[in-house]
Structure formats: structure tokens, C-alpha cells
């Protein structure tokens, strides 16, 4: 098999759960991105991809509520392959209900989802393993 | 985000400088709105805007609405790169004027 061009990296970091901290995650995740060799339109699409995932949490998992939790984001390439997981302890996501608005019915707000589906090849709600509630998996093929 | 307003008639142009996430969409509405609601024309000048989720696309899309309504106009200018892929990601390169 061929070996991939991308380095390798595993980082995690825990965030409060508040809209102040979107900032930090994106600067996180720019800082991991900088050491992958991947073009600048990608990085800023995926720090997109992450920083919508993170908002989400704010504004849905807790309702933009104050809160002493944290959420966890973990981004981990391996073979050019890229997976970030999302960890909260906030309300627990009913998969059913997520969907992004018609993009043709213009109105404010429901394009997050949306972003993150045209960004990633992959979005996967799982049950959070203890202590977390909920596990949002994104992943794209890098080598692509 | 910090921002500056320049008026020059009936037209009052919005500097936005920085990144706009959901953390700063109610003080961009607040800057904004009130233009809005005066019947000014609005430019929002955009260039020094490096970052814009989908909180601050929803700004754009409500005062462009708000704007229809009142019988006035909000006008993009000056659009960084990042934030016109933005635009064009949530299709709205043609219901947005765009300059």
C-alpha cells in the first residue's frame, strides 16, 4: 500500500462549553492543521467543519446555557486518513431531528450542518462512553 | 471584531475587521440593524473580515431580509476570500448583492 504524504498526528484538547471558546478551537485546530501537508483552502474549510461541530454543542447540546462542562475535541490523522471526535455531556443528540434546512429557503440560521456535510465524507452521531453523553465523529480522506 | 461607520448621505458603510462567529453576531446585528431600521442603504465592507461562520452568514441573510422589507439595501463590499467561499458554500452568491 501506498504510504501517505501526511504526517501522522493525535491531539486532544478540552474546551468550556461556551461560544467565547469557538475562538480557541479554531485557533487548536489551525495549530494541528499547520503541521499537515495540506493546502490553505482545505485547512480553513476544515477548521470551518470543526468550529460549526463546536457551536453546535453550545447552541444545541446545551442551549447556549452557562456551564461549568467541558467538551473534548480530539483531531487524529493516521495515514492520511482524518477523524476529529467531538465529546460532550450536554443533552443528548436525537439523530432524527438533525438536518440542515432546505438550502433554497433562505432564511437565518440552519446552514452549520450543512457546511460540515459539504465538508466532510462522513458525519456519525454515537452514544458517549462515560463520562460523555454524546460522540460526533467526522472524517474525510485526506489523500484524496 | 471591532468595526467602524463611515456615513456619506444616505449611505452608511460598515467596517467589519476580524472573525465573525456566533460569540459576535448580536453586536453585528446591533451595529447593523439600527442602520437598517433609519432606512440608510448599508454597505457592509468586508475586507478585513478573515473569518465568518454560519452565525455571521445568518446576519447577512437577515439584514439583506430586513433591508427588502424596508424598502432599503445592504450591499457586500470589498469581500475577503474566505469569506466569499462562505457565501458561495451556502449558494447565496446570487440572493446577497454582492460588489
Redesign the interface.
Known sequence: MEQSHIANVDEKRDFEVNSSNLKHVRSFCREVFEKLNINQELKDELVLAIAEAAQNIVKHAYNNEQTEDKMEIKISVSDGHLEIGFFDKGRPVEKDKIRHRKIDDIKPGGLGTFFIQQIMDAVVFKEGEKPWINHLILSKNLNN | MTYKVTEEGNISTVHLDG?I???VTEKAKEIIMPLIEAKKEVHLNLKEVQ?M???G???L??SH?KAMELGTKVTLKEISK?VL??IM????EQ?LNLD
Do not use: C, N, T
Open positions: 472573525e462567529d456566533m460569540d473569518y461562520d454560519s452565525s452568514i445568518s446576519v441573510i437577515e431580509q474566505s467561499k462562505v458554500m451556502a449558494k447565496l440572493i
